[in-house]
């Protein structure tokens, strides 16, 4: 049977650095993603994990398991991702200015818009791609504590009492945040919405 | 329920994770008002736009960047690990420690410097059972009727404090 993360941490508290192996396999990769919806810079999003990594190792002796530990490590992780686009907030507000229309615009790869190309699977590519950057365009321009209560919720499916106490809110003020996010993202993305009807 | 208090329940509602209770009254007000049944089915197609964006993988060398950095970290000693490179450190202060203790704690004669003596003055040797009558020695050095007494012959300090003792 499958460690649980409390005594994974705690058997990395007691010495066992194979345990903290096996807590870095199990959450680098939604770790990584949330960042990455965060901050929206692949290379910062994964030096930002191994930051929650590290401090997650330096509390090892420490270590209390008083929460879940998805809490600890998400309200680490949502922090440092907070702080982070605090402290570029100025650099990214330059770039934007300049910024092109594009399709997808992930990791700086500006490609834009091309629809000339009538083949029918390059066609639907390009309908997709547009699809999606419209949805990440959509969470990007959320306010930060809306995206993430948004990213806990959707992605990593933690329950309403785990995403409050990561955010440092009540869960009725939590429920709220999602709500106007949701009414947001209903706006933005309406002509999918409608679409889909 | 109104439509403000379905903002709270709207979310829980969509996920599935209202109780059985609350679920029947958001339904409640769901069969009368139109705004709220148009904005739950577009929360749920909101929900599954955002399925739609696809999870990126951490890169190769993500593992053996954290490793590299976790290796780096200082080894984190209490303070007992500084008598670990020698035993014999750590045996020798643990004696002067008992030996300190048993010292301090082997009952003795105990020195009192007489005040009447003065700073250069004798150095009695007191019995403890004369202890209580010395921590009076102010009040009874100050009590009047005790100056009507003769004086008593001078450098027998010891004399002196068993007269007190014996007033």
Known sequence: ?197 | MSCSRMEKQMMPYVDGRLKVSEQREVEAHLEKCAACRVRVHEFRTVSGLLDELPLIEPSGAFDARVRARVAAEPVKQSWWAVFAPSPRAAFAASMLLLATIWIGSRPGNVNVNVPNGGPNGPTAQIDPNDLPVLENYDILANFEPLTDLPQPVQGDDSDEVDGNQAM
């Open chain 1, 1 to 197: 049977m499958a460690r649980s993360d409390v005594q994974l941490m705690l058997d990395v508290k007691a010495g066992d650095e194979q345990s903290f192996a096996l807590l870095l396999q199990r959450y680098r990769s939604p770790l990584v993603n949330f960042l990455y919806r965060m901050v929206r810079n692949r290379e910062q999003a994964e030096d930002l994990a191994q930051e929650v990594f590290i401090r997650v190792y330096r509390a090892r002796a420490e270590y209390v398991p008083s929460a879940k530990f998805t809490t600890w490590l998400f309200r680490i992780a949502t922090n440092l991702a907070l702080n982070s686009l605090r402290d570029t907030r100025h650099q990214r507000m330059e770039m934007s200015l300049d910024a092109p229309v594009t399709a997808d615009a992930e990791d700086g790869d500006d490609r834009t818009l091309d629809v000339a190309d009538k083949h029918p699977d390059i066609e639907q590519h390009l309908v997709e791609e547009a699809r999606k950057a419209m949805i990440k365009h959509a969470i990007d321009k959320l306010p930060e504590k809306q995206r993430a209560a948004v990213l806990l919720h959707k992605y990593q499916e933690l329950d309403y009492a785990e995403i409050a106490k990561i955010l440092a809110c009540s869960e009725s003020a939590l429920k709220s945040l999602l709500f106007r996010a949701y009414e947001s993202l209903r706006v933005e993305l309406a002509p999918l919405v409608s679409g889909a009807k």
